[in-house]
T-cell receptor, first 114, second 111 residues
Framework: DVKVTQSSRYLVKRTGEKVFLECVQDMDHENMFWYRQDPGLGLRLIYFSYDVKMKEKGDIPEGYSVSREKKERFSLILESASTNQTSMYLC?????????????FGPGTRLLVL | GENVEQHPSTLSVQEGDSAVIKCTYSDSASNYFPWYKQELGKRPQLIIDIRSNVGEKKDQRIAVTLNKTAKHFSLHITETQPEDSAVYFCAASISGNQFYFGTGTSLTVIP
């Protein structure tokens, strides 16, 4: 069974703080993704990575950065948290290749920025 | 980039009736279309997917149809049960490299 875990289920931070969200998968997946989920907006892709040290911007990368130093771990960084970054953050992973596209999601981190 | 639209945003059906959720996409290069179910407080989970070389796929009470010409795909749930109540998301992808999600449909099955 694929397991995707995220470092925190709930997080409260202050405006201007640097925030790290971590995601770990145990199935040797090449692809990893960070989404934010907001009511009425669905899931929006922030960044994705298809290999170690590789990253691609998604639809809403502004205010975020990512790090992938090891294959199993993909970190999302909020350089200076703002209140409009209050959201649910979901990590996902998948294999690379046709017929292997299924994404597996982590449980999510609900971030509140005060 | 790709744009995925999903309708309706909310759907209520009587137990035993069918439910249909529709999505359209804009990029003709998209070739993989998964559907996810997200129960309250839980992570999204894949329930069915379809690739562009297939027009229809069925798994027990769930089916997905794809019309590549019209660029739309639909989720059909038959004989709905209360445990089908959840938010459903469609998505479009080019070979799994980047996923574009619809805005979700909140399905309520009334016992």
């Amino acid at each position: 069974d694929v397991k995707v875990t995220q470092s925190s289920r709930y997080l409260v931070k202050r405006t201007g703080e640097k925030v790290f969200l971590e995601c770990v998968q145990d199935m040797d997946h090449e692809n990893m993704f960070w989404y934010r989920q907001d009511p009425g907006l669905g899931l929006r892709l922030i960044y994705f990575s298809y290999d170690v040290k590789m990253k691609e911007k998604g639809d809403i990368p502004e205010g975020y950065s990512v790090s992938r130093e090891k294959k199993e771990r993909f970190s999302l960084i909020l350089e200076s948290a703002s209140t409009n970054q209050t959201s649910m953050y979901l990590c996902a992973s998948s294999l690379r290749g046709i017929y292997q596209e299924t994404q597996y999601f982590g449980p999510g981190t609900r971030l509140l920025v005060l | 980039g790709e744009n995925v639209e999903q309708h309706p945003s909310t759907l209520s059906v009587q137990e035993g009736d069918s439910a249909v959720i529709k999505c359209t996409y804009s990029d003709s290069a998209s070739n993989y279309f998964p559907w996810y179910k997200q129960e309250l407080g839980k992570r999204p989970q894949l329930i069915i997917d379809i690739r562009s070389n297939v027009g229809e796929k069925k798994d027990q009470r769930i089916a997905v149809t794809l019309n590549k010409t019209a660029k739309h795909f639909s989720l059909h749930i038959t004989e709905t049960q209360p445990e089908d109540s959840a938010v459903y998301f469609c998505a479009a992808s080019i070979s799994g490299n980047q996923f574009y999600f619809g805005t979700g449909t909140s399905l309520t099955v009334i016992p």
